[in-house]
């Protein structure tokens, strides 16, 4: 990982130990085209310390997922957006809950970090994701139009295994990002149901 992320990783890692005790951390190797691959070096150069996966859940054991303009028809996901610079991060994560939907955070828990490497050829570049639930109340509602954000909808959490699956199975061209967002899916409803903590 290069130095700057891996501080930022750590730091992160530090501040919410403290708050809420050890937390899981995985990593994936995934091939990336050049085109995503070149996408996250961007976002890596922009000062982006990695990016929070927003676990927004309403009674009943719902999860919020959101589509976009430019995605491919009738895939949706887990919202997310950047940690900037050395911010909290669930300070990003409340913002971003803000941003995306207008919705305010009640409670919320950091669930673990996901850790990347992408590869393309003999290219690295690593990245990192964080979980977080948080309780919502009442309906999405576009707040930012640069989010380009097209609709809104709502599944259990038991069907992110399902969601992760359709994003996996995008078109050719969406492959490296379907690859990518598939694996907080997976990784979600599993590290939910293993802590009592957030029933």
């Known amino acids: 990982m290069t130095l700057h ?9 530090a501040a919410l130990a403290a708050r809420f005790g050890a937390l899981p951390h995985v990593h994936h190797d995934l091939p990336a085209d050049s085109g995503f691959f070149e996408d996250m070096a961007q976002a890596v150069k922009r000062e982006r310390m990695g990016e929070v ?24 996901r887990l919202p997310s957006g950047g940690i900037q610079g050395d911010e909290p991060v669930m300070a990003a994560a409340a913002r971003e809950t803000a941003e995306e939907t207008g919705l305010s955070i009640q409670q919320n828990w950091p669930l673990g970090s996901i850790g990347y490497t992408f590869w393309n050829g003999d290219a690295r570049i690593d990245f990192h994701s964080w979980l977080v639930l948080a309780d919502v109340e009442g309906e999405a509602h576009l707040c930012d139009p640069n989010e380009r954000i097209e609709g809104y909808r709502w599944v259990e959490i038991a069907a992110l295994g399902r969601v992760a699956a359709q994003l996996r199975a995008v078109p050719e061209t969406w492959g490296s990002w379907g690859n990518f967002r598939a694996v907080a899916h997976d990784l979600a409803a599993t590290w939910i149901s293993r802590n009592s903590t957030y029933a």
Do not use: N
């Not at 992320?5 to 890692?13: N, P, T």
């Open 5 to 13: 992320l891996e501080a930022a990783l750590a730091r992160q890692r």
């Open 53 to 76: 996966i927003l676990l927004l859940r309403r009674s009943g054991d719902q999860v919020l997922l959101h589509t976009k303009t430019f995605y491919p028809q009738d895939v949706y």
